[in-house]
């Protein structure tokens, strides 16, 4: 693993950015088009939002998430309002953005039909995930119900249906098998417990334990750490 820190979160949403813009720009020069996975939460909206000034050709680059809270857009909970509100604006709004929401009661009857529409823009070119202080990344808790299923390495879905072990919360994520498809990998962390769980997930050996391990083992990924 390749780890950055920064001084401020003002220089790593930056140099977050930069870099992104750059492979999504390389990622269009040599396939006319390009896909971006972020994740949600409050974490990310400094760096979204400077990612939104770059300029590449945003018209032909799709963002999606790396997971989503079943809810609807009109949602305070939704990720994809919050990426629409920091993204989509500038001159990113150009971009496709692609909601992994789908309204149906819950992400088991609709999994199959977003995994569908979203099928066209994948693999993914470039990946930003979050990490919890609980080892979690996008939606692939510990514990969670559905976990072993989006883990395993002879499930061929990019997406699963995951439900919180402890409140039962309706969430979609991507898979392992979407992660190890993705070309480039960033892990966005801030905060000094962050940093603590990340060196207790190196020493973790369970994937189920730590699935932020998934990301860490991928051989194109770079951690950026701010305090």
């Not at 990612?51 to 949602?75: F, G, H, N």
């Not at 392992?176 to 892990?187: G, K, S």
């Amino acid at each position: 693993m390749n780890i950055i820190r920064y001084e401020t979160p003002d220089a790593q949403a930056e140099n977050l950015a930069k870099a992104v813009a750059q492979e999504l720009d390389d990622a269009v020069g040599k396939r006319q088009k390009a896909t971006l996975a972020v994740p949600g939460g409050t974490t990310p909206g400094l760096f979204l939002t400077r990612l939104s000034l770059e300029d590449i050709d945003w018209s032909k680059v799709t963002v999606t998430l790396t997971d989503e809270r079943w809810v609807p857009e009109t949602s305070e909970r939704s990720n994809f309002a919050l990426l629409r509100d920091k993204l989509g604006r500038n001159k990113a709004k150009e971009a496709r953005f692609f909601p992994l929401y789908r309204d149906a009661p819950t992400p088991e009857e609709a999994y199959r039909e977003v995994e569908s529409a979203l099928s066209p823009h994948l693999p993914i070119d470039v990946c930003v995930v979050g990490m919890g202080e609980d080892m979690h990344t996008a939606s692939l808790f510990p514990r969670a119900e559905g976990l072993d299923e989006a883990l395993s390495e002879d499930n061929p879905c990019s997406l699963a249906p995951i439900r919180l072990a402890d409140s039962g919360e309706m969430r979609l994520t991507l898979t392992a098998f979407a992660f190890n498809q993705t070309a480039l990998h960033h892990v966005l962390i801030k905060g000094e417990n962050k940093i603590k769980a990340l060196e207790q997930a190196e020493q973790t050996p369970s994937l189920g334990d730590a699935p932020i391990r998934l990301i860490f083992n991928q051989p194109r990924t770079t951690i950026h750490y701010t305090a």
